[in-house]
């Protein structure tokens, strides 16, 4: 049977939502996040342990030093000498391994070894901007692992509160969005509308474009259209 990466993502996302992490998928090109009071995993998915798994890795440690590889369980009988050269140099890189039972109806999870707290020094602004994501989104509909697949960013979660906003207000000044969100730049979501959903009505006014239109009715973004339509619920003029 062929598995994808994808396949990973769910067995290890209920792992760390047990243990009481918050998770969060294709943040900032990483597969899975998890957070939990101060404390941030990094976990990378491939179908087989190679090269490019371990670069990966080895680049998340600029984040955090708790950085996980994440890989099929080997077949029976496989754990040979490639298998302990592989736990061997993970070791000395300070990277943890977990497994996946992707061959057994259970999937169950094996965290085969736990990488060591250690004073590596982090890229501040890669930490920053990693924080700043995961902060900033409130749904959890993405799946780590995809290729080809639009991800559910925070800017696109806040594109589409705007767009609600729109629809409930029925057209919007940037000004008003700025002071909706209380953010003082969220209103150029309007006016530089990246995604071509909102449309000039004129000077400093701005309603849905068609594409918009298209993207409140149709089934691209089902969850979060849901989410911030009662959301916008909320907001009336005064």
């Given at each position: 049977?062929?598995?994808?990466?994808?396949?990973?993502?769910?067995?290890?996302?209920?792992?760390?939502?047990?243990?009481?992490?918050?998770?969060?998928?294709?943040?900032?090109?990483?597969?899975?996040?998890?957070?939990?009071?101060?404390?941030?995993?990094?976990?990378?998915?491939?179908?087989?342990?190679?090269?490019?798994?371990?670069?990966?890795?080895?680049?998340?440690?600029?984040?955090?030093?708790?950085?996980?590889?994440?890989?099929?369980?080997?077949?029976?009988?496989?754990?040979?000498?490639?298998?302990?050269?592989?736990?061997?140099?993970?070791?000395?890189?300070?990277?943890?391994?977990?497994?996946?039972?992707?061959?057994?109806?259970?999937?169950?999870?094996?965290?085969?070894?736990?990488?060591?707290?250690?004073?590596?020094?982090?890229?501040?602004?890669?930490?920053?901007?990693?924080?700043?994501?995961?902060?900033?989104?409130?749904?959890?509909?993405?799946?780590?692992?995809?290729?080809?697949?639009?991800?559910?960013?925070?800017?696109?979660?806040?594109?589409?509160?705007?767009?609600?906003?729109?629809?409930?207000?029925?057209?919007?000044?940037p000004a008003e969005i700025n002071k909706i969100l209380d953010e003082p730049y969220a209103g150029t979501i309007v006016s530089r509308n990246f995604y071509g959903w909102f449309k000039k009505i004129s000077k400093g006014i701005y309603g849905i474009s068609?594409?918009?239109?298209?993207?409140?009715?149709?089934?691209?973004?089902?969850?979060?259209?849901?989410?911030?339509?009662?959301?916008?619920?909320?907001?009336?003029?005064?």
């Amino acid at each position: 049977m062929e598995f994808k990466e994808a396949d990973l993502y769910p067995p290890v996302q209920e792992y760390f939502l047990s243990l009481d992490y918050d998770v969060q998928a294709e943040v900032k090109s990483c597969d899975l996040v998890a957070k939990k009071d101060n404390e941030t995993v990094i976990a990378e998915l491939k179908r087989n342990f190679c090269l490019k798994l371990v670069y990966q890795a080895i680049d998340r440690q600029a984040m955090t030093d708790l950085v996980y590889v994440v890989i099929p369980r080997p077949k029976k009988g496989a754990k040979g000498a490639e298998w302990r050269h592989m736990l061997m140099l993970m070791k000395r890189l300070n990277i943890g391994i977990i497994t996946v039972a992707l061959d057994s109806p259970l999937k169950t999870v094996d965290v085969v070894s736990v990488p060591e707290g250690h004073s590596r020094p982090k890229n501040t602004t890669k930490q920053a901007s990693l924080n700043k994501e995961t902060d900033a989104r409130n749904l959890r509909t993405n799946t780590g692992g995809v290729t080809k697949t639009k991800i559910m960013t925070a800017y696109r979660e806040k594109s589409i509160y705007v767009l609600c906003i729109a629809e409930r207000l029925g057209e919007v000044k940037p000004a008003e969005i700025n002071k909706i969100l209380d953010e003082p730049y969220a209103g150029t979501i309007v006016s530089r509308n990246f995604y071509g959903w909102f449309k000039k009505i004129s000077k400093g006014i701005y309603g849905i474009s068609d594409k918009g239109l298209e993207v409140l009715n149709g089934g691209e973004y089902p969850e979060a259209i849901e989410f911030y339509r009662n959301k916008a619920k909320e907001i009336s003029r005064k």
